[in-house]
């Protein structure tokens, strides 16, 4: 796919020009040709042409004379010499005098002249750049109309490297709702035989990095007709007020361009829900205003296809959302075990690679990663592979990018005093034989205690050893003596604890609170929903919606259900305490161990 956009350099090339010219003509050619030019001359001229009878008006001031000549195209002055016989030669001469004689210009002229001449004559300047654009358009009609108030869209007209559907891996649900939009575009006369008209827009929300762009973009490569491709926050960009004028100016173009699409990404920069405050944000309310009018404004027959893409639907306006606009919901969501092996298959056939990776293994590890993560691991392992001065990626690369994009790099020169990894060691032995020794959790796929630019000072893998969709209450609350697993393992060997476990201690709660308020996983509660997500696909945060006793109350229960599950821990790491001194020695000598060397180990 090609993107065309036109510099803007040739218009405002044009404008400085008309000021610079503006500026010139003010300064040094209007007030010499406006102003009236008077000439100075000696009294013997003004004495010789009075006699030969060569003076049209004469105005005789105190210390000035001034006159014309006869037909009063020409001024002179001269200085009065207190002549007595001026007023006799003046009477014999036949010139009139006793008036004025105008010397400078009327100031509306002059006006006129300075300032509406250039106006006009910038105005014919810009007239006829436009046209000759318009000239130029119609040479390359994918050429775009640009300049102060226009959409500012990119239009993507199709080329050889173009993205198709078979770049995006998974998402075979969104795929489908699109691959109609595309049949539709292509033949249209299908749909309308049967009287079906299409869906004038689908709105993509889901994740960040989930893809949605990359299909719109496949879609543009599909479709085979103009794509018109701008983002919610370029309405509101550069030049503030013109956003409503930007919405009107993409969909004219659009319609001229019939039949094709526009791709709206990030729509939440401009679709905000309108909250009615006075002072509100006028600007922006226009804007989406426009947008729905325009919406409204054409039949979906004339074949104009309308994307958004926004990773936070919830906070749209429910105007936009409306059957007849946004009508169709397509969701990306995170893939799934199959939809990140097709992913890193995508993306890894980018990169050269020794024939020996396991997909499986390595989707398996980065569950919960999105599209956006599993290309940036594919990346990291090929940079990898070229610093270690290989010329293939391995397994081995993919697995230990999938660390660098979960927890950072290696920090090489951060370097842990004896005890401090002996603390590190204890701590994330502690994780794993906590998550061991509850059947419920999963197998350990690695322990290290190598510290990582994120700040971890070391860390267990997890790996879920089949795609879960459903937890049940026993399985969180082993998952929260998990996370308690650590601290537990340094209290009950050192009679110390540390700071290591801070963000154990967040995910713990945050968990234990989610069971009580969102899941009604509490005997006290039940099924009631005491939270709201708020951004459901942006770290979902939540917000209250109970009384302020109800609050002081689930505070407790959180407190206790943790307090429980760490005591859990406690329990079952002291029941196996030679096996946790064993495994951690091991790990505080090696660094590493695999999921492997600590099930041996823990078995035997
Ligand atoms: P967003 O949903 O935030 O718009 P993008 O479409 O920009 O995400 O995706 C970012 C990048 O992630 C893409 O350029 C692509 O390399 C990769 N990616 C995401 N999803 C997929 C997918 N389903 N198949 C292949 N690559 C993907
Ligand atoms: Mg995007
Ligand atoms: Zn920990």
Same mark, same amino acid.
């Given at each position: ?109 002059? %006006? !006129?002249?300075?300032?509406? @001449?250039? +106006? ?6 810009? *007239?006829?750049?436009? #046209?000759?654009? =318009? ?61 079906? %008209? !299409?869906?004038?827009?689908? @709105?993509? +929300? ?6 949605? *762009?990359?299909?719109? #973009?496949?879609? =543009? ?384």
């Amino acid at each position: 796919m090609e993107e065309r956009r036109p510099s803007k350099k040739p218009l405002i090339f044009y404008w400085t020009i008309a000021i610079v010219v503006f500026f010139l003509l003010n300064i040094f050619v209007f007030p010499s040709f406006l102003s009236v030019q008077i000439q100075e001359v000696d009294y013997r001229t003004f004495l010789t042409l009075l006699e030969e009878k060569q003076i049209g008006q004469v105005e005789v001031e105190e210390n000035q004379i001034t006159f014309t000549n006869l037909d009063a195209s020409k001024i002179y002055k001269t200085g009065n010499m207190n002549d007595p016989e001026l007023i006799d030669r003046l009477v014999d001469s036949g010139a009139g005098f006793g008036t004025e004689i105008k010397k400078e210009t009327d100031p509306l002229l002059y %006006s !006129l002249v300075s300032i509406i @001449l250039p +106006v006009a004559l910038m105005f014919g300047v810009w *007239t006829f750049i436009s #046209k000759k654009m =318009a000239q130029q358009m119609g040479k390359n009609p994918n050429m775009m109309q640009f300049g102060m108030g226009k959409s500012g869209a990119k239009l993507y007209v199709k080329s050889d490297n173009s993205v198709t559907f078979r770049d995006v891996a998974g998402e075979e649900e969104a795929k489908e709702l699109l691959r109609e939009i595309v049949d539709y575009l292509h033949a249209p006369e299908k749909y309308a035989r049967i009287g079906a %008209s !299409l869906p004038k827009g689908a @709105l993509l +929300v889901g994740p960040p990095g989930t893809g949605k *762009t990359l299909l719109a #973009k496949a879609v =543009a490569g599909e479709a085979n007709v103009p794509f018109f491709s701008i983002s919610g926050s370029e309405f509101v960009q550069m030049f503030v007020g013109l956003g409503a004028a930007k919405v009107r100016d993409l969909f004219r173009q659009a319609k001229e361009k019939a039949p094709c699409i526009v791709f709206i990404d990030e729509i939440d920069a401009i679709g905000k829900k309108r909250d009615g405050r006075i002072g509100g944000n006028d600007e922006q309310e226009q804007t989406l205003n426009q947008l729905l009018t325009e919406m409204d404004g054409f039949d979906g027959s004339r074949g104009v296809v309308i994307l958004a893409a926004t990773n936070r639907p919830e906070s749209l306006d429910p105007a936009l959302l409306r059957p007849g606009r946004f009508d169709r919901r397509i969701p990306v969501e995170l893939p799934d075990l199959q939809g990140r092996i097709d992913i890193l298959k995508v993306h890894a056939a980018k990169v050269r690679t020794d024939g020996n990776e396991d997909y499986t293994a390595i989707a398996r590890a980065a569950s919960g990663c999105s599209g956006a993560e599993l290309a940036n691991i594919v990346n990291e392992a090929a940079l990898r592979a070229v610093r270690q001065g290989r010329d293939a990626v391995s397994q081995e690369d993919l697995m230990e990018s999938i660390e660098v994009v979960i927890a950072g790099y290696q920090k090489k020169n951060k370097i842990l005093s004896d005890s401090e990894k002996r603390v590190v060691a204890y701590h994330e032995v502690g994780h794993a034989l906590v998550a061991a020794l509850q059947n419920h959790s999963a197998p350990v796929e690695k322990i290290t205690i190598i510290p990582r630019t994120s700040g971890a000072l070391g860390y267990t893998m997890q790996v879920d050893e089949g795609e879960r969709f459903l937890l049940t209450k026993t399985e969180l609350e082993n998952k929260i003596t998990t996370f308690t697993g650590g601290r537990a393992a340094e209290e009950l060997v050192f009679h110390e604890i540390s700071t290591g476990a801070s963000n154990d201690i967040e995910q713990a709660t945050k968990l234990a609170r989610a069971m009580i308020t969102r899941y009604g996983m509490s005997e006290e509660f039940g099924m009631v929903a005491l939270e709201h997500t708020e951004n459901q696909y942006l770290g979902g945060d939540a917000s209250l919606a109970c009384s302020s006793q109800t609050q002081t109350r689930i505070d407790e229960m959180t407190v206790s259900l943790v307090a429980r599950q760490y005591k859990k821990a406690c329990t079952l790491l002291s029941e196996n305490i030679e096996k946790l001194h064993k495994i951690s020695a091991y790990l505080y000598e090696r660094e590493t161990l695999t999921g492997e060397q600590f099930m041996e180990m823990l078995k035997s």
